[in-house]
């Protein structure tokens, strides 16, 4: 009877969501090669336990609709309230990076209807209000934004606040455009950053709308405040100490603090390195370069070089109200 119970708990409970931590090639009998990137969505559909211990997993990759077994090591578990507003970010990469930031998630979420803010359509600013968050279609778990198109970008948009059929909300005809997490942008806090100000696909880099279930949604736009200038913002700043952060070894999504960032002595090219104190003891690092002390270790096997683009911030929750824009 406790079997039967406890299948029934499984099959009541939500399917769990992941995140990709590493590319991976996955080989299937049936259609050869797979590719699974760093950044996918997955569904859990069944767990492979040995010994008690779940080791791989049965998911279902949301960006491509594959079904795949990938070993429990190399997916990061993600809260069921942030699997919606993470779905429909079209670039795996994107993805990852607004999942290191659990606040800036929690204050999209509360973001109340009717604030103020602005667009970027073909590299010119418009303003704009927030007037819809939610799924576009119904048995959709994907979280969009609909922003209400305002003064000169008035008639810009695509659609009078319908999706498909469907009124989300309403105003004037081609007014409304629907947007994905990453490309809405809060008023500036203290604790954002200008990367976090700017999204990357702020630059001028075209992106082609997502095929399937969003097509039709104006993905090339960001959102930006209205005290933002049109000029983009300066490159970020290194990692600072103590900085937490995560990176992929041996497929293995490990984690640790920054010790050291910036140029290795003697080498004129490379681009940056982080020197890092492990959370677990994996490395075989003591600390220097090139017979230059970069930082202090408690044991080489905790010591860590790599350079600074493999590694990804994780950033802690603010202890400020997350409804503070």
């Not at 968050?133 to 659609?159: E, Y």
């Amino acid at each position: 009877m406790s079997g039967v119970t406890r299948n029934q708990s499984r099959r009541r409970r939500p399917p769990k969501m992941f995140l990709v931590a590493s590319d991976m090639k996955i080989q299937d009998h049936l259609d050869g090669t797979i590719r699974v990137l760093r950044g996918y969505l997955c569904q859990e559909q069944e767990s492979l336990e040995k010994n008690g211990k779940v080791e791989q997993l049965w998911v279902k990759v949301l960006d491509n609709g594959g079904m795949v077994k990938i070993d429990r090591r190399v997916l990061i578990e993600i809260p069921p309230d942030q699997a919606g507003l993470l779905e429909p970010v079209p670039e795996p990469e994107a993805r990852l990076k607004l999942f290191s930031k659990p606040h800036r998630l929690q204050r999209l979420a509360l973001l109340p209807l009717g604030s103020p803010v602005t667009v970027v359509i073909n590299q010119d600013l418009a303003e704009a209000e927030l007037r819809y968050r939610g799924p576009l279609t119904g048995g959709s778990s994907a979280v969009f934004f609909g922003v209400q198109l305002k003064g000169r970008a008035a008639g810009k948009g695509f659609s009078n606040g319908s999706y498909k059929g469907h009124q989300l909300f309403t105003c004037p005809e081609a007014c409304a455009l629907f947007v994905s997490a990453s490309q809405l942008t809060l008023r500036r806090s203290s604790h954002e950053t200008d990367a976090e100000r700017y999204p990357s696909h702020t630059a001028g880099v075209p992106h082609n709308p997502v095929a399937g279930p969003t097509a039709g949604v104006q993905q090339p736009v960001s959102v930006l405040p209205r005290t933002a200038e049109s000029v983009p913002g300066p490159a970020p700043p290194l990692l600072p100490q103590g900085q937490r952060v995560m990176f992929t070894q041996d497929e293995v999504t490990q984690t640790g603090k920054v010790a050291f960032c910036g140029a290795l002595p003697g080498r004129s090219s490379g681009g940056l390195h982080v020197g890092l104190i492990l959370d677990n003891p994996v490395g075989s690092w003591d600390g220097t370069y090139n017979n230059h002390k970069l930082c202090s270790l408690p044991s080489p096997h905790y010591g860590h070089l790599l350079p600074l683009s493999k590694v990804t911030p994780v950033e802690t929750r603010p202890q400020k109200s997350p409804l503070q824009l």
